[in-house]
């Protein structure tokens, strides 16, 4: 077992990796190319429309504030302006996972981000990110009877238009175990099994869903303690099959087989992993967001939900409800309890404050996911920027004082 701050050599070389590797994270990020550009990650500084419409479509189709131009014309914005999510999944630097020797195996666990927006995104825009340096901090149990733990803040940027206008700001927090050997499997889970009246009362939820539209929510008329309407996801698919992109025209693939590779750590998306018991080899199927067999090698239960399906369900319940007119100027969660694929999740949401700050008519909403097992699987925390009946509008052309 491990003891804070004094670390074995095969701990020392991976934290000296770490430390070169993080002098050269700093400043400005270089567009995506190759298997990074494959995950969803902008390959161009430049938004498109096109770029706006799909994310729209693929995070909240039934909303066609963030896909149809002409609705989104007709509204205060004039025309289209990115999800809130937007900048953060399309134009975030590159992540990257501690490197662990041989000898060692690490796990992690996405606890979250924390993001704020001053400025709509639109068509048009051009979005450079400036990262800063990651950090690393040893949070292992004073006991000296668990493995190695440390809280990892990587993706720490903020990104600029074509104006120089600092416009949104992102840090991803992630806790990282490191064990000495292959960790233990957690307990394991069995699948959901629904009744009728389960299943009927998710239809009910999930068919009278309906965002707000153009019909203002004005400041005035929410109060602390108001409930948004909850919105629901469920039962959780597998997801995507994640494949390497194909060859650029004219170009020739090469014919090479993958080997298997000794894994020392997630997340294992490709190749092959390892049955401690037999010594077989077994492909990852997508790895731990479609094969229990991949989740249980890195220690969880069975296969679990990738991160964006429970934000985007809370995100998804404030939009909802805000309507078209209003702005969201920050949006903080933090992930609790994995989700395994068969689980329904259902976010509510609930109005904690309302304020006035720097003229700007606010107010913060408590949000959390709740599966049918019992279990808060996620919460957070958003602050919205509300038009005011005191406000000129629908002439104002203020967006946030920041």
Not at 43 to 63: K, L
Not at 255 to 284: A, N, S
Request: aromatic share 12%; proline share 9%; net charge neutral.
């Amino acid at each position: 077992m491990a003891v804070r701050g004094i670390y074995s050599d095969l701990e020392k070389k991976m934290l000296e990796t770490f430390e070169k590797d993080s002098e050269s994270r700093e400043g400005w990020s270089k567009p995506a190319t190759g298997m990074e550009a494959a995950f969803n990650l902008a390959g161009s500084p430049h938004v498109t429309a096109a770029m706006v419409q799909e994310y729209g479509v693929s995070n909240d189709p039934w909303n066609p504030f963030w896909h149809d131009a002409a609705w989104a014309t007709a509204s205060r914005w004039g025309g289209l302006i990115a999800h809130p999510w937007f900048a953060a999944d399309r134009f975030k630097p590159l992540e990257k996972m501690l490197e662990s020797p041989r000898g060692l195996f690490l796990t992690f666990y996405l606890m979250g981000h924390d993001l704020e927006i001053y400025q709509p995104i639109r068509p048009g825009d051009t979005i450079r990110a400036w990262l800063k340096r990651p950090t690393l901090e040893d949070v292992t149990d004073p006991n000296g009877k668990e493995p190695r733990r440390f809280h990892y803040i990587d993706v720490w940027t903020e990104m600029f238009n074509q104006r120089d206008e600092c416009i949104f700001s992102l840090k991803q927090y992630i806790d990282i175990t490191i064990y000495e050997g292959a960790p233990k499997a957690d307990k394991w889970l069995p699948d959901y099994g629904y009744t009728p009246q389960e299943l009927e009362y998710l239809a009910q939820i999930y068919e009278t869903e309906k965002p707000r539209g153009s019909h203002v929510r004005f400041w005035e008329d929410v109060n602390v303690g108001d409930l948004l309407p909850p919105v629901t996801t469920g039962p959780t698919p597998p997801a995507n099959l994640i494949a390497p992109p194909p060859p650029k025209p004219g170009e020739v693939p090469k014919r090479v087989f993958p080997r298997p590779v000794e894994p020392t750590g997630g997340p294992i998306m490709f190749g092959y992993i390892p049955d401690r018991k037999t010594g077989l080899w077994y492909p990852t199927q997508g790895g731990r967001h479609n094969s229990d067999r991949a989740a249980q090698f890195e220690g969880g239960p069975r296969a679990w939900i990738y991160n964006y399906v429970s934000r985007g369900i809370m995100c998804r319940c404030v939009t909802n409800w805000m309507g078209d007119d209003a702005f969201m100027c920050k949006f903080g969660w933090r992930h609790i309890w994995r989700t395994p694929l068969g689980d329904t999740l259902i976010a509510h949401g609930k109005i904690i404050r309302k304020y006035i700050e720097n003229a700007e008519h606010l107010v913060d909403i408590r949000l959390w996911c709740l599966n049918l097992r019992g279990t808060i699987t996620d919460m957070a925390t958003t602050t919205l920027k509300l038009l005011s009946r005191e406000d000129p509008f629908p002439n104002y052309p203020k967006v946030i004082n920041r």
